[in-house]
């Protein structure tokens, strides 16, 4: 097996259980997956946010 297909198995289990993940995992994950990728963070939101409702987080107060 190749890395791509370990990172491929990775990211499914990470999507899957994406809505059990403390808030900084979730947020960790995200940035780092998108580093470099900007053009594809809202598909990304939107898939996440579409299959666990519950992770639309209010904005963060500054």
Known sequence: ???NRFA???GNAAIGVWGDMPRDIQEALFETAMRGHDD???QLAKLL???HPRTEHPPRPE
Do not use: V
């Open 1 to 3: 097996m190749d890395d």
């Open 40 to 42: 594809l963070r809202h």
């Open 8 to 10: 491929e198995l990775l």
């Open 49 to 51: 946010h579409d299959r």
